[in-house]
């Protein structure tokens, strides 16, 4: 099969839309970063994590013959002044990032196989069995920082990665990690407020708000960390906002990245949503991945820490609310107003 040019693979992930794109070796992971981490239960009850453990360390399993793996990172920072106080993460203020980024490695995709008939790929955007930071450090895009995050130089860690295997080579390949930057650096060590931070970029996700807030959907939180909801109830961004190279952000053009409406709702607005108003402005974000009383729930604990006296009136209505998980927090909030 012919060796294809990343100058022209450069040109067209331009064309669709990514930010960053780089080529690396479709060779094996070493096993150790992702099973000691499963091993010492940081994946919470994320199971697919384990699952498809395999797959993850060795792109050969989802793409016979793979030869070459292509990470693209798009740039989301915004910092429109209708969503600045919003308590949603960042990178859930917009459009499903989800959707925006397999558009455009759909794009990406038709031009190659077009160009280069016969050539085989698998792709994933954050989904998929693969270990999208370890392909974008190996490609050459930046590094993994001590907050667990991946670190780019011209958008900081305000970045998203998708992922793209071919079985064909390319004509060069990525130089492997960046330098790593952080130095003596340990902001964001000492401002996670459940220290989630574990050591060498690693997270323990029980730990981590952002695990708590999307995954943890089911359950109560538990209380260590629902105390730390503070004015926060989808993702947390505090270790990417305290790091110093992510000082100067770039704005992220693109309307997909603009924040929706349910960005511009403080934590009242959003634990007292109506169905009606779920449906209308939460499908096709990201947030619904923590669905409605999920949501609900983390608003609620919200407006607990913060002892919002004028969010009693709500709490007491949703003290009878239909979802038990909605009901128990609305009662811990309100026993946080009491002197
Ligand atoms: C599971 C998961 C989570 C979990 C666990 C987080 C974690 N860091 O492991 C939870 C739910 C907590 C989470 C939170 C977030 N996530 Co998340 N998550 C993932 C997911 C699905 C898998 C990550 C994984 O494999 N973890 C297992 C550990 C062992 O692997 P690792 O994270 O890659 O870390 C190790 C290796 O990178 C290795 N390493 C470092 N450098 C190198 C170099 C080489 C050559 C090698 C071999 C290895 C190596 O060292 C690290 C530590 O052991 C990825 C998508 C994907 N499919 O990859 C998104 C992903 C990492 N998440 C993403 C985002 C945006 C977030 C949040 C910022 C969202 C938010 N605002 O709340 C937070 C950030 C929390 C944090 N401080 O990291 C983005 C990353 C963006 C970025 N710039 O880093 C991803 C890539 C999704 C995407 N497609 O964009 N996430
Ligand atoms: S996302 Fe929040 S809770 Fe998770 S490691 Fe970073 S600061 Fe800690
Ligand atoms: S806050 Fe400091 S230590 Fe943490 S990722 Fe940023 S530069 Fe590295």
Known sequence: MAVLPTSQLRELASLVGFDLVGFARAEPIPPAFLMEWLEAGFAADMDWMGERAAERLDVDRLLPGAKTVIAFANNYWRDDAESVDSPIARYARGRDYHSTLRDRMKAFRKAVTSTFPGVGTYGSVDSGPLMEKVW????????????????????????????????????????????????????CLMSCPTGALVGNGRVDARACLSYQTIENREHQVPEAFRLKFDNLIFGCDICQQVCPLNRHPVFAENPRFAPRAVAELGTLELAGLTPEQYEHLVPGTALARARYDGLRRNAVYALGVSKRADARKLLEKLCGDSSELVRTAAQWALSQLEP
């Open 136 to 187: 974008a450090a190996r490609a050459g895009l930046g590094y993994v920082g001590k907050n667990g995050c991946f670190i780019t130089e011209p958008y900081g860690s305000w970045v998203l990665l998708a992922t793209l295997v071919l079985d064909a080579e390319v004509d060069a390949y990525g130089n492997g990690p960046a330098e790593n930057r952080c130095g003596s650096c340990r902001r």
